[in-house]
């Protein structure tokens, strides 16, 4: 995959600067940095209303940062309009946390609408295509004709990572990809998770609560916290972090638990 | 055979079997070029029964739908007898391809089934038929709960009612009293050169007001209440319906139909004859304005003529519409919104159904109305 003339050597694929947000006069972000690097499962937390979502909104080109640098793949996004945008959208795939499938059409009309409208493809080979993806994630062949609301929280979900993955992105971002789903449902989007990067040697940033999806799938972690970042590493340094902002989050009765589990699992 | 965007494939006989092809790729086998890949493929010709040789050594780049044509085209041959063989493939790509024939997929997507027409005239009949059924139940619903909620007035929810009552009428005062004084003006435009003719300049009180109290002014109240508040009705009971807060209320033990239709339909019921009246004071006065202008008929003689003119039963005639208007408007946006099913383009066809209908009621419920005030002598 070419990258422009202005992408610097280094292997960041996101590259975030001194971002800072406000909404009226509250501060949401206050100078954020974090760099993604290719291949790695990075993974944004914090507590509600920390402004996780509105972060990754920012890099994906949904909102604007009234301050700050971001880089994805190279290229500044601060400030591109829809069309200048375009060539970066079609390298990344986005999963929003409810899905947000057309409801309009069947699991299978909404993986090919993407490969309709950004490729040359007849239509029989959008239909094998799409038929591919939704078979990666692990959806059974017969979802494809099924509609959005004939689908359970889970299947959604995949549903909506198979529209994420329809052009083959390098980057993948995942909105909460695992809430509002039950223990066994959530572990398959792990290891989903996991599978898929290794397969497709994708760049995946998710912005996500769950400790379990986080101690088996993240390769590096960022904590998001008073307007800052206030940790970053793999998990098992931010366990032993002594932040008073990072430590309770993984030293909470849940964040123990997942802990426990997590090493017997190893 | 190559192509000028950075993929290629060649096909070539070998020694070791006289069946036996070698497929060798080279280059960029991705999205963007699978759709010329596979015309290419599609002109090769396999000798029956032979085997396939896979090279992949020459790709520079692989995603799922590269991966798809590959594993098709070997998958095929496979069918056909052959014994394909993969090598030279990156580790990732053959990871690509080795995750691809795990997932057994099937080699052909089957169209979805359209069924014949006979089939759809005979779905679209029996739906008709369904719904009309459905809506006999709906209404039956209704007013059980409508009769129920007048038994005990204390439990009736006032403060939905007066919302309505305020975004259904107070709210509708401006479009309902310009267009229907707009409606009076040009009655008596139309109606001058006529009237001229034969010199009875003062009948144009008659034409303008039964014309207006009797017909115009509560269908045109009707019409605009079905476009501004039937509509509403339809997208505020659909969205909710999608967003599931219907069921949300059916398991708090709340009846949809007491806490969204019931005041809904009471507010209609009670804000329709008030507008019927509004609009017809503006309407006249639209006519009395034209009057003046273009006939010469000034206000004073208006009002003597406007005595003789209109009889209490013509006022009453138009007045007794308005509520069953009401009740056609209320309830086919209500029940629209109920048939909503779960995707947004169905909000959108519900609600145009919604309007068209109510409408469509309307007028042919007037009609009747025409008919049994004849009868009546009205």
């Known amino acids: 995959m070419q990258t422009g003339p202005s992408s610097p050597p280094s292997g960041s694929v996101v590259d975030v600067r001194g971002v800072c947000t406000r909404f009226g006069s509250a501060v949401v972000h206050d100078g954020v940095d974090l760099r993604v690097e290719a291949g790695e499962v990075f993974a944004l937390v914090g507590g509600s209303g920390s402004g996780k979502s509105t972060l990754l909104r920012e890099i994906i080109l949904l909102q604007q940062p009234a301050a700050g640098s971001i880089r994805v793949f190279g290229h500044e996004v601060v400030g591109l309009t829809d069309e200048q945008a375009l060539p970066l959208r079609r390298r990344w795939g986005v999963m929003f946390e409810r899905g947000a499938l057309f409801s309009a059409l069947t699991v299978a009309e909404n993986v090919g609408m993407v490969l309709a409208e950004h490729t040359d493809l007849p239509p029989h080979l959008i ?120 430590r309770p989050y993984f030293h909470g009765p849940r964040g123990r638990a997942a802990l426990e589990q997590a090493w017997k699992t190893r | 055979m190559s192509l000028d965007f950075g993929a290629e494939l060649t096909v070539a006989g070998l020694a070791t079997g006289p069946v036996t092809r070698e497929l060798r790729c080279h280059g960029d086998w991705s999205v963007r070029t699978i759709a010329a890949l596979e015309r290419l493929l599609a002109q090769v010709r396999w000798p029956e029964g032979g085997d396939l040789i896979v090279d992949g050594a020459g790709i520079t780049a692989l995603d799922t739908s590269g991966a798809w044509l590959l594993h098709r085209t070997v998958a095929q041959r496979a069918a056909r007898g052959g014994k394909p063989r993969l090598q030279g493939f990156r580790a990732e790509y053959a990871a690509l391809l080795q995750l691809l024939a795990a997932r057994g997929l099937p080699l052909e997507t089957p169209l979805a089934r359209v069924p014949p027409w006979l089939e759809r005239v005979g779905r679209q009949v029996w739906s008709g038929a369904a719904g009309f059924w459905d809506y006999l ?111 949300a209320l059916r398991t708090i033990g709340v009846g949809a139909q007491d806490l969204l239709v019931v005041p809904k339909v009471i507010a209609l019921v009670i804000v329709m004859p008030l507008l019927t009246v509004y609009t017809d004071v503006a309407g006249v006065l639209g006519g009395m304005v034209m009057a003046k202008l273009k006939l010469g008929v000034g206000f004073d003689a208006f009002f003597d003529r406007l005595d003789d003119a209109v009889q209490l039963s013509s006022y009453w005639t138009g007045l007794a519409k308005a509520p069953v208007f009401a009740l056609i408007v209320a309830l086919v946006g209500c029940y629209r919104g109920f048939k909503v099913s779960g995707s947004a383009d169905s909000v959108g066809a519900q609600t145009t159904v919604s309007v068209v209908q109510s409408i469509f009621l309307v007028i042919v419920t007037d009609a009747l109305f025409s008919i049994i005030f004849l009868w009546l002598d009205l």
């Open chain 2, 137 to 247: 139940a709906f209404v039956g619903e209704s007013a059980l709960a409508l009769l129920l909620a007048l038994r005990h007035p204390r439990r009736l929810r006032w403060r939905p009612i007066l919302h309505n009552v305020q975004i259904a009428g107070v709210a509708a005062l401006p479009i309902t009293g310009l267009l229907s004084f707009l409606m009076g003006l040009v009655i008596a435009y139309q109606g001058a050169d006529q009237l001229q003719r034969f010199g009875a300049n003062i009948f144009v009180v008659d034409l303008v007001a039964l014309a207006m109290l009797r017909e115009l002014s509560p269908l045109l109240t009707a019409i605009i209440i079905a476009g501004r508040s039937g509509s509403a009705y339809t997208a505020q009971i659909g969205t909710m319906k999608v967003t599931e807060e219907i069921d």
């Open chain 1, 127 to 246: 239909r094998e295509v799409s038929a591919v993806k939704i078979a990666l994630t692990g959806l059974p062949a017969d979802a494809g004709a099924k509609y959005p609301s004939e689908l359970s929280g889970g299947m959604r979900k995949r549903a909506a990572l198979a529209r994420a993955l329809a052009l083959d992105p390098e980057l993948l971002f995942l909105d909460e990809p695992t809430a509002g789903l039950d223990p066994l449902s959530a572990s398959g989007i792990d290891e989903l998770v996991r599978s898929l990067r290794d397969a497709l040697s994708l760049t995946i940033m998710m912005v996500t609560h769950d400790l379990d999806l986080l101690w088996r799938s993240a390769d590096r972690v960022a904590v998001l916290g008073q307007g800052r970042i206030v940790g970053i590493g793999s998990m098992s340094e931010l366990a032993h972090s002594d932040d008073a902002v990072v």
